[in-house]
């Protein structure tokens, strides 16, 4: 049963560059969430989405955005990048109607120059 | 808005020894909480959760929490620490069984174990 995955790993782009991020949930679940990891922080909560739209959203400017797609993977897009920017972007999924525990990938490192 | 406090950023603790992390909640409803743990370079793993019922759970890796309502507390415990146990240490709450409800995490806690 394939976990949480997430592409790339890790990237580099340079302040104002434009960057996608990939995620495919756990089998089974329908829910995904993104989180944004600073160095030494906890995570922080971009967005949610289910059904193909989003559904909650955090403290972050619309320069954050997503996508859902049927089969449930969803995409985390960032435009205008600035050096805050740069952290661990974290994809979690859950199933709708659960006690709500998330499943997490392991990460996509962006550093922003 | 819900909310999540580790008051520690870092705890020290001898191989062997009992350990506690600490950690606090603010939510409006009734509390869903969460420990997850998190090794370098890596995404967060599932330790423990408190929805309903019996105060202590345990989780994972010989982990248990103590959920306290009086207190807005929800510490994890565990009676013998190993040096593996070294990581971050997240607690996480969500406010409710509502599908859209989000899950707060708090800044984590370093837990050192000594050899």
């Known amino acids: 049963d394939a976990g949480v995955t997430q592409s790339p790993t890790h990237l580099i782009k340079t302040r104002g560059q434009q960057v996608t991020l990939r995620c495919s949930p756990k089998s089974g679940h329908d829910t995904v969430s993104w989180y944004q990891q600073a160095l030494g922080q906890g995570p922080q909560f971009i967005f949610q989405?289910?059904?193909?739209?989003?559904?909650q959203r955090g403290n972050f400017p619309d320069r954050f955005s997503g996508h859902q797609f049927p089969n449930y993977s969803s995409e985390l897009n960032v435009n205008a990048l600035l050096l805050g920017d740069s952290a661990l972007y974290l994809c979690a999924s859950s199933l709708t109607g659960s006690t709500g525990e998330l499943f997490f990938g392991e990460g996509s490192r962006l550093t922003v120059l | 808005a819900q909310s999540v406090a580790q008051p520690e950023d870092q705890v020290n603790v001898a191989e062997g020894n009992p350990l506690t992390v600490k950690c606090t909640y603010s939510?409006?409803?009734?509390?869903?909480l969460f420990w997850y743990v998190q090794y370098p370079n890596r995404g967060l793993q599932f330790l423990l959760k408190y929805i309903t019922g019996d105060n202590l759970v345990k989780g994972s890796y010989g982990f248990e929490a103590e959920f306290n309502k009086s207190q807005t507390s929800f510490h994890l415990k565990k009676p013998s620490a190993l040096v593996s146990d070294s990581a971050l240490y997240f607690c996480a709450v969500r406010e409710g069984a509502r599908r859209d409800d989000k899950i707060i995490f708090g800044k984590g806690t370093r837990l050192h174990i000594l050899p």
């Open positions: 989405y289910y059904e193909e739209e989003e559904r």
């Open positions: 939510v409006s409803g009734n509390p869903y």
